[in-house]
């Protein structure tokens, strides 16, 4: 039997697309392999002066409850998503907050912690890892017990961060040179990282949860009236509040949308960042709108916001697939979204709109479209984890019979 080790560095407090990704690929290899796959999560935790800052952060666990990231520092594993995460724990200190998250530096700081892990990889056959902290341990295993390793690029891993320091960008084409494989969730995004460094490289998607599907329509009646937008039209943005998901142009769409559309319409805004409360502000302020905010909600709730939506719009300035999109239109909905990354390849160009001067326009001219009925609707059926895992299964199977 196969061993296989997955190496990644996440939030657990704030489990979100790319966490929940991850954890689905184990997952869906696991169960079509029989392989054993043991996932290393490394963890940064908030020291007291940090958390005086920042606020504590605690975590719900099912069957445990709510726990202190104090009480959870002493696990060294947690049951998560269904996937049992061997837990790496790094200190995040005052100074760390300002060297890696305020100049972008995070990644190259901190290379002997990661080569201190490298023994924990000892003994399997292959290394997964992801992204560029995970790839940097998954390498220093190869170096030192001989492990083949491959690399899962997601996003701005590859489109935005190599790009804004000369240091990272070296050692991420090293990375892309030393891996056995380079998977890239986008072809978008793969051809992006040809401007970074040659390697051995290839797509492989990521799937979408089994939970988002489209309900049948007494139920999708039910959920409309339970959320009260019965005999409404609704209009989504589902993501992050931060700069990258533009969220700045919500406003403008929304008013545009609203003028534009002969009916009911409630828009409605899920997720929360640190430009909630200005783009709050700006949207409260037209009185003419109807719109709720309603912060992060658990993963669980997603499919029945999205069987309520209309037309999801998603304005970003980047993203490596946005799976969100796949989420939405398979639970029924229309999307409509900025031609960036590798968007269009999951709801075709049609659908989509350059980010360009008349970009609020033209996204809120699609948005009517879809309200009217008049949308193109993909097909998304390429997003799925039991191709990914088969897929992926077929390449640790290549990498390993070549030696």
Sequence with gaps: MR???VIFEENIFDRK????????????LAELT????DAFCIQLYQDAFVSSILGRRSLDIPGDGEISEKALRKRKSLLLNRVRLNLIWKNYSILDHFLFYKSGLRPVCYPRFLKRHADLLKGYDVVAAHSFVGGFIAREAQRRFGIPFYISWHGSDIHTTPFKHPQIKDLTAELLRDAKI??????????VSDRIGPGNKTVLYNGCDERFVRY??????ELRRELGVQGKKVVTFAGNLLSVKNPESLPGIFHEVHRLFHGDVEFWVVGDGRLRSTIETEINADSTLSCRFWGNMPPE???E?????????????????????????????????SRVGGIPEVIGTENTVPLDGNFTTCMADLTVKGLNGKLH???????DWNLTAEKERRLIDKMLSNG
Excluded: Y
């Design 305 to 337: 916001i999205f069987n309520c939506t209309d037309v999801l719009v998603l304005p970003s300035k980047n993203e490596g697939l946005g799976m969100v999109l796949v989420e939405a239109v398979r639970c029924g909905a229309c999307a409509v979204a």
């Design 377 to 383: 609707r993909p097909s998304v059926d390429l997003f």
């Design 17 to 28: 697309g790319s966490f929940n990704a991850k954890c689905a690929r184990i997952k869906h």
């Design 34 to 37: 029989g392989w054993q796959i």
């Design 301 to 303: 709730r997603m499919p």
């Design 216 to 221: 049948p329509e007494d139920r999708r009646v």
């Design 182 to 191: 380079n998977c890239f969730v986008s072809r978008d995004l793969m051809d």
């Design 3 to 5: 061993r296989v080790a």
